[in-house]
């Protein structure tokens, strides 16, 4: 499969890393390429720049945000909440139009540093403003409640825990879910919340999880859904 | 230990009737009890009236905010979340002052119906308003998580699920973790978030929480807390 990870970020990094990884070809989305490639200094998150890690990939291409979108079959939204919608936007309704649309950001706002700000309504989500602004796309939020390193690697955490799903299209969750099945996620662990309003609830989990990783002192932390059968 | 029980509504009854059968002494706070018991039809929760509801429990006494909490030696606030320091100021600062408080309650507005209207933020809970308008109470906000029938009886969902508490003074959740064993959850299971202001996640965990409800068609749903060791 050709996918499209839009986001430098450490999140776009280990998504693409773990894609490429399993044998996909893989195009990482910026915003200017050349820009990317020219930074020396660590990010705000402390990230190394994306040079080093691009010379330890060298399968993965970096290209623009409309260029990695047009080549791909499946995107990746690996953006933070705050850029989310203009990368998007950069990447082009037509290059997103039919395809699976990955939603892995949360809402929060790292411009004042860690931890970030967070303003949650019930009314809406991130993933319900990627779909409407998008509504040819086929938006699924998924991986957003977990740490980018358990994400594509759930077996990080020991024990049975849970990984959520929702959107409107039932075929593309049917493709999400089979991805995160390669990233090891076990099927009966994948929790299919519904259309993509339910993103209002994973997104606002951030909070707890913020929470017990900062309790804890481990971002290696999720919840398991249990319920009566 | 007696036990005062803010709340005639079905979360105040369930938490009523356990703690009565385990041999405690409960009195049960409402605004007015002449009209508590005086009402014959269901409420806006379709729960059946009081009267009846005291009848099949004759030990538990009902009592105005005021005197239920100044006799108690533990205060459980079952209130929904636009009465809850309306009532709590019923009950006045100074019967709370130096007692156990346990906040159950989740800010829902339930006055336009079912599914109820939440509007969360980040930097704020009702569990942290309960503790600085009754700074002289030992706040602890536990079991808002999880539907009634489940707080006071973990089993119905079968497997290991968790329940949370946060407060500020460590003593007051040693005294609500054994309740909470006694109601039967696993000290394996309860998990100590840390101060008050740790309410916000457990708060806006309602979200997702009523979307599993509606989805999976049960309140007996929960989350466990998975962690790496």
């Known amino acids: 499969m050709r996918y499209a990870v839009l986001g430098t970020g450490i999140v776009g990094r280990t998504l693409a890393a773990r894609l490429d990884a399993l044998g996909h070809e893989v195009v990482v989305g910026t915003r200017d390429a050349a820009a990317t490639r020219a930074r020396t200094e660590p990010d705000r998150m402390g990230t190394a720049p994306y040079a080093r890690w691009e010379a330890e990939h060298p399968?993965?291409?970096?290209?623009?945000?409309?260029?990695?979108?047009?080549?791909?079959?499946?995107?990746?939204?690996?953006?933070?909440g705050q850029s989310a919608l203009t990368a998007l936007h950069a990447a082009g309704a037509d290059a997103l139009a039919g395809k699976v649309?990955?939603?892995?950001?949360?809402?929060?706002?790292?411009?004042?540093?860690?931890?970030?700000?967070?303003?949650?309504?019930?009314?809406?989500?991130?993933?319900?403003?990627?779909?409407?602004?998008?509504?040819?796309?086929?938006?699924?939020?998924?991986?957003?409640?977990?740490?980018?390193?358990?994400?594509?690697?759930?077996?990080?955490?020991?024990?049975?825990?849970?990984?959520?799903?929702?959107?409107?299209?039932?075929?593309?969750?049917?493709?999400?879910?089979?991805?995160?099945?390669?990233?090891?996620?076990?099927?009966?662990?994948?929790?299919?919340?519904?259309?993509?309003?339910?993103a209002r609830g994973t997104e606002m989990l951030v909070r707890l999880w913020l929470t017990m990783m900062g309790r804890f002192g481990t971002a290696d932390v999720n919840i398991r859904v249990v319920k009566a059968p």
């Open 101 to 198: 649309l990955i939603d892995v950001s949360n809402p929060l706002d790292f411009s004042a540093g860690f931890p970030p700000r967070f303003d949650p309504v019930d009314t809406d989500s991130l993933g319900e403003q990627v779909q409407r602004a998008f509504p040819d796309a086929r938006v699924v939020k998924s991986l957003n409640t977990v740490n980018c390193e358990v994400m594509v690697d759930p077996a990080r955490i020991p024990g049975a825990h849970s990984i959520f799903v929702c959107g409107n299209d039932p075929e593309a969750k049917k493709s999400v879910s089979a991805l995160l099945a390669e990233f090891g996620w076990p099927a009966a662990e994948i929790v299919d919340l519904g259309g993509i309003e339910a």
């Open 59 to 80: 399968r993965v291409r970096l290209a623009s945000f409309a260029q990695a979108a047009a080549e791909a079959q499946v995107v990746l939204a690996a953006l933070d």
